[in-house]
Nanobody
């Protein structure tokens, strides 16, 4: 069982930056870590994933070039650096852990409680 705790969300103006963190406890080896987001009334959507070594990353098209996912396995932590934020990035961001190489939410077995990101125009 893996427990995930996110932090770093908040309110920021358009064009600003935020860095989300997610600390995992319990199981020490997690093949794939990911960030997803879900706005009210919308389905949860993929944002970014990263493999164990950190060399394999995937991004949703709208965040490419603005967001960077990274991980520190010694600290059991995954990060999401978000730059050039836009109002449409406003959402609740969830950290996820999975054991397959996937960007599909259903393939991730453990989820954090979410952290809210609000970008004002």
């Amino acid at each position: 069982q893996v427990r995930l705790v996110e932090s770093g969300g908040g309110l920021v103006q358009a064009g600003g930056s935020l860095r989300l963190s997610c600390v995992a406890s319990g199981r020490t080896f997690i093949r794939t870590m990911g960030w997803f987001r879900q706005a009210p009334g919308k389905e949860r959507e993929f944002v970014a994933t990263i493999g164990w070594s950190g060399s394999s990353t995937h991004y949703e098209d709208s965040v490419k070039g603005r967001f960077t996912i990274s991980r520190d396995n010694a600290k059991n932590t995954v990060y999401l650096q978000m730059n050039s934020l836009k109002p449409e990035d406003t959402s609740n961001y969830y950290c996820a852990a999975g054991w397959a190489t996937s960007i599909v939410a259903a393939d991730f077995g453990s989820w954090g409680q979410g952290t809210q990101v609000t970008v004002s125009a």
